[in-house]
């Protein structure tokens, strides 16, 4: 039998084995990666959102979170928007995306009703949703905003090219962050 044969016989089942090895390991870490929590700067297909990497006091005043860009969910985001950018995510993990910060915080007194989102700004509990999109979902107005928000699925103010203006403080976004920082907490009393 020739050499070259009988090296092919050789490398192709471990190419093949060490193959099913990578996809068995990934499978397992996207497996494990999809309880995961997040800090969502918006909602849309193509949103990169920060995954919670700390969080203490939940439920409590003093109820707080930290999330940065994952690098396995940058690796996906650039796989589908970026395919060609060698240095895509890598870049994004150390940028955090359109938020522009390595690390996002958000804050909550859940007993009174305040949360500091991860946009920066102030936000004051308004009650449930009573129906639409948001039905049952926490409801949130900007402090000193004598309007109650609306209900953005998005989540984010995009214009007709497709580039971001505003994000992180749509009531979807909101809610979710509520929901990390004040899970099992009772509803606070709306004033």
Same mark, same amino acid.
């Given at each position: ?55 203490? =006091? ?13 690098? *396995? ?85 995009? *214009? ?23 899970? =099992?907490?009772?509803?606070? *009393?709306?004033?």
């Amino acid at each position: 039998m020739p050499h070259s044969v009988r090296l092919h016989r050789l490398v192709v089942p471990a190419v093949f084995a060490a193959a099913m090895c990578f996809n068995l390991l990934s499978a397992s870490e996207s497996r494990s990666s999809a309880g995961a929590e997040y800090l969502p700067i918006c909602n849309l297909p193509k949103c990169l959102n920060p995954q919670v990497t700390t969080k203490a =006091g939940i439920g409590t005043a003093s109820a707080t979170a930290e999330a940065r860009i994952h690098p *396995d969910d940058a690796a996906k985001w650039c796989a589908a928007y970026k395919p060609r950018d060698p240095l895509c995510a890598k870049e994004q993990v150390r940028s955090g995306w359109i938020g522009f910060r390595p690390l996002y915080r958000a804050s909550a007194d859940c007993a009174a009703g305040h949360m500091t989102a991860i946009d920066g700004n102030l936000y004051l509990y308004k009650g449930r949703w009573e129906d639409g999109d948001g039905k049952g979902r926490p409801q949130f107005r900007r402090k000193g905003d004598p309007q109650n928000m609306k209900w953005e699925g998005a989540g984010a103010t995009v *214009d007709h090219t497709g580039t971001f203006l505003d994000w992180g403080g749509g009531n979807a976004n909101l809610a979710a962050q509520w929901d990390v920082l004040c899970a =099992g907490a009772p509803n606070p *009393d709306v004033k």
